[in-house]
Structure formats: structure tokens, C-alpha cells
């Protein structure tokens, strides 16, 4: 059973770098053909899909966060991690790991999510 953990601080004050880790276990994130995404979830709105990592280290980024947005893996730890910088308090959400077949694929493991909050 794959299991995937968020972990990071719940606060960051704006201007600042949110960096948060995804722990994976019962699988390894270099296995054929998964992507590992992060996903936000802002208060009152629908869930936003930021970027992921592939099995092979590849990296993919939605658009309008590409500027501030940084994917990177630890394969010794099988962990992969999302760095947001320049944030303000519209990066407030819940944010998520999760992992799909291909990038266009539904999710089959999500991450419980973790509370970002941004405030001053």
C-alpha cells in the first residue's frame, strides 16, 4: 500500500519560501511511470495542481506558477519536495502530494494534505 506524508510548516510569512516534503512509502518514486504532484487546495476554491516530478526526475510546472515554483526529489529518501517562493497570503491553502500514472491521469494516492497558512 503506497502512503504519502506532507510535512513543512504551517506558517510562512509572506515574501518568504514555503518548502514543503513529501515522505513516500510502499513504493519508490523512481518506479515506471509515476508522476508525484503537489496540489493546493485555497480556502473556498477547487483544488489547483502545481507541478510534478517523474519517476525519471523530470519536472513540470503549471504556467502561472512556473516563475516561483520548484519540484525536486531525494531518491535516498524517497521524498520529494515543493519550494514556493515570493509567497503572499493568496498561497494560503492545503496542500497536497499525490500520485498519478501519467500527468493526465487521475490520482490513486493522496497525501492526508497540510495546512500553509501565510500571514505576517
Known amino acids: 500500500q503506497v502512503q504519502l506524508q506532507e510535512s513543512g510548516p504551517g506558517l510562512v510569512k509572506p515574501s518568504q519560501t514555503l518548502s514543503l516534503t513529501c515522505t513516500v512509502s510502499?513504493?519508490?518514486?523512481?518506479?515506471?511511470?509515476?508522476?508525484w504532484s503537489w496540489i493546493r487546495q485555497p480556502p473556498g476554491k477547487g483544488l489547483e495542481w502545481m507541478g510534478a516530478?517523474?519517476?525519471?526526475?523530470?519536472?513540470y510546472y503549471r504556467p502561472f506558477l512556473k516563475s516561483r515554483t520548484s519540484i525536486s526529489s531525494d531518491t535516498s529518501k524517497n521524498q520529494f519536495t515543493l519550494q514556493l517562493t515570493s509567497v503572499t497570503p493568496e498561497d494560503t491553502a492545503v496542500y497536497y502530494c499525490?500520485?498519478?500514472?501519467?500527468?493526465?491521469?487521475?490520482?490513486?494516492?493522496w497525501g492526508q494534505g497540510t495546512q500553509v497558512t501565510v500571514s505576517s
Open positions: 499525490a500520485r498519478a500514472s501519467g500527468l493526465a491521469e487521475e490520482y490513486s494516492y
Open positions: 510502499g513504493g519508490s518514486i523512481t518506479t515506471n511511470y509515476y508522476y
Open positions: 516530478i517523474a519517476y525519471s526526475g523530470r519536472t
